[in-house]
């Protein structure tokens, strides 16, 4: 059912039991049609009056904006699993994580409140030896905005680092954008998502 026609069937159904009885939840639940789409990100809803009523404050943008940073990092963590985990977590936090956070308001704010209820969280990292740990897209196009992957470095006789860096759809995901890298150590680090 298009988007507009179930918010009109949800205001005249307000409207004719003048607010006593919610609509039927057919109506107020979107249709998910992937389960592979998006981090469910629980976006809080806020009543507008104390009683149980049908009325909704529609989340801000900046309450958006933070969810996305909530998927981030556990998206983040869910990649790197327990072994890689454990032993970067506290450089992770102080040194990529805020320029990470950094680069996601500064696209989000290119998008009206409107526009930014679009954009979604992908909640597959890669695995293995892949790169990816989250792209944020639209889910109404299922166009990337921006992409941010991890990548294992070994340069000649200095260990193992993660670089972690993001694409943006500006240049078709082709510059890579620093966002800096942890030291491993000499040895080949265990894969992604190793428990």
């Known amino acids: 059912m298009n988007k507009w026609m179930r918010k009109t069937l949800v205001i005249l159904f307000t409207i004719a039991t003048f607010g006593m009885v919610a609509p039927p939840a057919a109506l107020t639940v979107e249709n998910r049609s992937s389960e ?17 009523t049908a009325y909704w ?39 990529i ?3 990470m956070e950094e680069a996601i308001r500064e696209y989000a704010e290119d998008y009206s409140d409107e526009d930014i209820r679009d954009l979604v969280i992908s909640k597959k ?9 989250f792209h944020l ?8 905005i921006l992409r941010f992957h991890v990548r294992r470095d070994h340069p000649p006789k200095q260990g193992y680092w993660f670089n972690f860096h993001y694409h943006t759809h500006h240049d078709s995901f082709q510059k890579h954008h ?18």
Do not use: C
């Not at 620093?178 to 428990?195: A, D, K, V």
């Open 178 to 195: 620093e966002l800096g890298s942890i030291y491993w150590n000499q040895n080949m680090p265990p894969n992604w998502m190793t428990h």
């Open 97 to 99: 994580l805020p320029k």
């Open 137 to 144: 897209y639209n889910k109404e196009t299922g166009e990337d």
């Open 57 to 95: 404050e529609t989340p801000s943008k900046e309450e958006h904006i933070s969810s996305f940073l909530e998927a981030a990092e556990i998206q983040s963590f869910e990649k790197f699993g327990d072994k890689i985990g454990t032993k970067i977590e506290d450089e992770f936090r102080q040194i």
């Open 125 to 133: 990292p890669a695995d293995g030896k892949g790169e990816k740990i």
């Open 36 to 52: 592979d789409s998006a981090v469910n990100l629980n976006v809080p809803q806020k009543h507008l009056f104390e009683d149980e």
